[in-house]
């Protein structure tokens, strides 16, 4: 349980740390995207290949999974970009309101009522982000741009409860991530033409930093985060998980002394979103003890 434990810390430790690195690599945030996908995809076959662990599936099943990769590829851009246009704390900060934003848009997928309890946390979220937002305004462009990475991460984990089923992690991941990748290189021309730009190849350390992303903060933490995902419960997981953005925004306060350019403001509003996340956690693993012990005494 200990090694688990230390797995899944510093699996999310190295999410957080991606937003740091998509401030030092100097590409913008679509090419940034474009790259780190082309790495980690090749890496990802290559290395499936030596192993012997491609699992085939169906065409229906990769345009199943390779739509929702692209719509992960457009989470990743839209988080780099909110990095681009704020900084790392305030694009972290959006993204942690993700858990909540899942507690509204879910019940939307599967046709349920939206629980009042969520519905209110969410609500003092939101009201954190409001106090995030008018104490920065000059920021307003990357906390627009980043709850659309929250919105877009959201529904991501949604589809694939809703559609992929039947398939192992490895495989969705694989398949995913190369939709992910076919999805944004066909997106990319009309996205050079709205943003353009003469550096579209990284150069000097920007090869480090991508290669640092894609090896490091995706293929290998995906490993860590599925062994990690066989030892500890569910409740661990989901209430470790955010500690992400506070991995991150502490790493950008280290690196780059964002908090010299913070208001206090911002911590109010952080710390709101933070408490609302883990009481939302906390009544998710309350609701479950409750329906375990009724499912006991039937």
Same mark, same amino acid.
């Given at each position: ?25 100097? %590409? ?26 491609? *699992?085939? +599936? ?26 681009? /246009? ?50 920065? %305004?000059?920021?307003? !462009? ?6 659309? !990475? !929250? ?6 984990? +949604?589809?694939? *409860?809703?559609?992929? #089923? ?6 969705? #991941?694989? /398949? ?14 009309? /996205?050079?033409? %709205?943003?353009?730009?003469? !550096?579209?190849?990284?150069?000097? $350390?920007? $090869? ?22 066989? *030892? ?7 209430? #470790? @998980? ?6 991150? +925004? %502490? ?9 010299? #350019? ?19 956690? @906390? ?5 479950? *003890? ?9």
């Amino acid at each position: 349980m200990k090694a688990a434990l230390i797995r899944l810390h510093l699996a999310i430790f190295l999410w957080g740390f991606t937003g740091v690195l998509g401030r030092l690599i100097s %590409l913008n945030e679509g090419w940034l995207v474009w790259w780190r996908l082309l790495i980690t995809v090749v890496s990802l076959w290559i290395y499936f290949w030596w192993r012997g662990e491609i *699992k085939r +599936v169906d065409v229906r099943g990769f345009l199943k999974i390779g739509a929702i990769g692209t719509i992960l590829a457009l989470h990743w851009l839209c988080f780099y970009g909110s990095i681009k /246009y704020s900084n790392v704390s305030i694009a972290l900060t959006c993204l942690s309101t993700s858990g909540l934003l899942s507690a509204i848009i879910e019940p939307l997928f599967f046709r349920k009522r939206i629980n009042p309890g969520e519905l209110a946390l969410g609500l003092f979220a939101l009201a954190g982000i409001g106090i995030i937002y008018f104490s920065n %305004l000059h920021f307003s !462009a990357g906390i627009y741009i980043g709850l659309l !990475a !929250a919105v877009l991460t959201v529904t991501v984990s +949604v589809l694939n *409860k809703k559609v992929v #089923t039947g398939y192992e992690p490895a495989a969705i #991941t694989l /398949y995913q991530l190369t939709g992910g990748f076919i999805g944004l290189s066909v997106l990319m021309p009309v /996205y050079h033409l %709205l943003f353009p730009t003469d !550096a579209v190849v990284p150069v000097k $350390w920007d $090869w480090l930093w991508l290669l640092v992303l894609s090896w490091v903060c995706t293929i290998f933490t995906f490993f860590l985060y599925i062994a990690a995902l066989k *030892k500890v419960s569910a409740f661990t997981m989901n209430l #470790t @998980l955010t500690l992400e953005p506070v991995y991150g +925004v %502490l790493l950008a306060f280290m690196l780059f002394q964002e908090n010299k #350019t913070l208001s206090m403001n911002f911590y109010i509003g952080f710390l709101l979103i933070l408490l609302a996340v883990i009481l939302q956690m @906390l009544r998710i693993i309350r609701l479950a *003890k409750k329906n375990r012990a009724m499912q006991a005494q039937a």
